[in-house]
């Protein structure tokens, strides 16, 4: 047996992966189930019986009023070592999150139209950064001349969090879809063209040397050697490009939007609703993971040698 | 050496001194600012959870004034962002009394959060906030227009009361626009909305808004008409935990701030000053605002706190906030009273 195995049979990885999720689950039920017993003092309003005048302080008309005292009672109740609204139990968290998803109600969206909303937002602002940066940053990595020009610039744009850019985008585009796929962008696009940047970069040098010997144009070049070497680092930066999206839509999705599950999120906080809180947060998880897949399938199209060699290692 | 010992004495002394000021916790006994001419006496410190609404002047007063002092209390008004942060600073211990919104109140009742009390109602400013359209008329001609709403909030009870009143419904015949405080005048200004609702400031700042027309205050809602009073009014509440654990104490502070309270209503103009010079503002700008506040006085809340007045527009405002799917429940508010610590 390897002291240190680089992978898992894939059965035992499942099963593992499945472990996990359930250990979180116990750990999350044993936090919230009501095990202890504690006596709390309720104030119990009464009246006395005794009646004064006062005047209402608006209209001014005399009222009769009775007088109140406060009875203090001690009742027990159950309690969780962390109990609602910081968290609720996964059976309620499940519950809400079946009525997020089916019970329509006017002008409430359901957890579909929260989840579709926010993926177009990032869809959307991945294909319009991706089609900017990734022909900037190959030219970037390509060009030296290029690259000191725009490389202090992006130093300054890319330590700014996404949430950085809501009041300016508010200001310059409003608070419509425009500012958000504005603020998906930003988000968006440094890390893309940082990505492309570095692959092109890291291309082999003996690879374009070969090419050169070879009589190779720089249009052939570009399409035949450098493009296809730096593609794989650039899809794998792309992949990180679309998750690292979904802090800029949380962002983008506080004001001026009903929908999509930044939305859901800051609304259900201003009511302590932790559940749906949870829920979107999870919704987020699921749908980076279907992107991830959808992703690595397209990876599988485009870039089929890289599999092939995976699979022949 | 023993000079050293002496510049290392002092270093100590400045340290500890620096330190001490952040270290102190509400509850510990310090010496605070008194009154001009009474003696200094080791007083209490409290927190107080506010902002900058002039609302929560009677805090600024009790503390500029002496009255907090003269009670046995240093309290500290400090900035809690929005209502619903400051119900959690009261329900986990970072301050000990707090003005919020009703809404973020009553939903916090709601969803059973009990950690709190519901000690009273220091004002209300009918007209504070109203909706603004611009070009357009009546409320009627709002039927598939954009509205930007602070919603979860009293002006969201307000538009949906204001609706109803004109034969519309805010889930299905409008588009709601989700905004808070300047965002709710930039997303008309833009005209990405067509009408929007907020308070003041910022309810001024719409009204100046070129073809800006006023379809409604607060004043205009039948909770206004049943109850004289808003739809979503400043409330005073307290950390259960402090008050539970000497009530006497709890009294004092509150006979306190209604004494605040009380100066507030019989000090206007020196209260236009004070509230400029707090949140820095022309005077001239806080006048017309602070000419809508009722200042309720200790006196006032046996009415205030009753079926006439808010107990009756709490029970109307929570339907409305589980109808619009804000709240679960309507809550028996009532329980989270403590009538005792307003009783002579």
């Known amino acids: ?313 | 050496m023993g000079i050293r010992s002496t510049l290392l004495g002092a270093l100590c002394c400045v340290v500890a001194a620096a330190c001490g000021d952040d270290a102190a916790q509400p509850g510990d006994r310090a010496v605070g600012s008194t009154p001009p001419g009474a003696p200094p006496a080791a007083l209490e410190r409290v927190v107080y959870a506010g902002s900058n609404w002039y609302g929560h002047a009677p805090a600024w007063v009790g503390i500029e004034k002496g009255m907090f002092a003269a009670a046995g209390f240093d309290v500290e008004a400090s900035p809690f962002g929005s209502s619903p942060n400051r119900v959690t600073a009261l329900e986990n211990g970072n301050a000990q009394f707090a003005s919020l919104g009703e809404v973020a109140m009553l939903e916090a009742m709601a969803e059973d959060r009990t950690d709190f009390y519901w000690i009273g109602n220091q004002d209300i400013a009918p007209g504070a906030e109203g909706l603004v359209a611009i070009g357009i008329e009546r409320i009627e001609d709002l039927r598939g227009k954009t509205i930007a709403v602070n919603v979860n909030t009293s002006v969201h009870i307000t538009v949906y009361e204001l609706l109803k009143g004109a034969g519309l419904d805010l889930a299905t015949d409008v588009e709601v626009l989700r905004g808070n405080d300047s965002a709710i005048v930039d997303l008309v200004r833009s005209g990405e909305a067509q009408a929007g609702i907020i308070w003041e400031p910022y309810y001024t700042k719409l009204r100046e808004i070129p073809g800006a027309v006023v379809l409604g205050t607060d004043m205009d809602t039948s909770i206004y008409e049943r109850f004289k009073t808003m739809t979503g009014p400043d409330m005073i509440c307290a950390s259960k935990e402090w008050v539970d654990a000497d009530p006497a104490r709890a009294k004092r502070l509150f006979r306190a701030y209604f004494e605040a309270v009380l100066w507030c209503r019989e000090n206007p103009d020196a209260l236009i000053a004070l509230i400029a010079q707090h949140v820095n503002e022309d005077e001239a700008k806080v006048r017309p605002v602070l000419a809508n506040f009722k200042w309720l006085t200790l006196e006032d809340q046996a009415v205030v706190m009753s079926d006439a007045m808010l107990f009756g527009q709490a029970q109307v405002a929570s339907e409305i906030l589980v109808r619009m799917g804000l709240a679960k429940k309507v809550p028996d508010f009532r329980k989270w009273t403590r009538p005792d610590l307003l009783a002579d």
């Not at chain 1, 999870?282 to 485009?302: F, N, P, W, Y």
């Open chain 1, 1 to 313: 047996m390897q002291a240190f195995p680089r992978t898992l049979p894939p059965r035992r990885r499942l099963l593992l992966g499945v472990a996990g999720v359930l250990g979180v689950i116990v750990l999350w039920w044993a936090l919230t189930f009501p095990f202890f017993t504690e006596t709390v003092t309720r104030h119990e309003r009464v009246a006395t019986g005794e009646i004064v005048t006062r005047t209402h302080p608006v209209t001014g008309e005399t009222l009769q009023m009775p007088v109140f005292d406060t009875v203090e009672r001690t009742e027990s109740r159950h309690r969780a070592l962390v109990n609602p609204p910081a968290l609720d139990t996964p059976g309620n968290t499940l519950r809400d999150a079946w009525t997020l998803l089916t019970v329509e109600r006017p002008g409430r969206p359901t957890l579909l139209t929260h989840m579709l909303r926010s993926t177009l937002r990032i869809l959307l602002g991945f294909l319009v950064s991706a089609s900017v940066a990734v022909p900037l940053g190959i030219a970037m990595g390509l060009f030296p001349t290029l690259r000191a020009l725009v490389s202090p610039i992006i130093s300054f744009l890319r330590p700014l969090p996404s949430i950085s850019w809501v009041p300016l985008a508010m200001i310059w585009l409003g608070a419509g879809e425009l500012q958000k796929l504005a603020i998906v962008f930003m988000g968006m696009f440094a890390a893309a063209l940082i990505y492309t940047i570095e692959a092109t970069i890291k291309v082999p040098p003996d690879l374009i040397k070969a090419a050169r010997n070879l009589g190779a144009s720089d249009r052939q070049l570009l399409w035949r050697v450098l493009l296809p070497a730096a593609l794989p680092n650039i899809v794998s930066g792309l992949k990180v490009v679309v998750a690292i999206g979904w802090t800029c839509v949380i962002s983008a999705e506080i004001v001026g939007t009903q929908e999509g599950l930044g939305a859901l999120i800051w609304l259900s906080k201003e009511t302590a609703d932790t559940s749906a809180v949870l829920v979107g947060m999870a919704c987020i998880s699921g749908i980076v993971l279907l992107l991830d897949l959808a992703t690595t399938r397209i990876e599988r199209h485009l870039l089929p040698y890289l599999f092939l060699r995976e699979r022949g290692s």
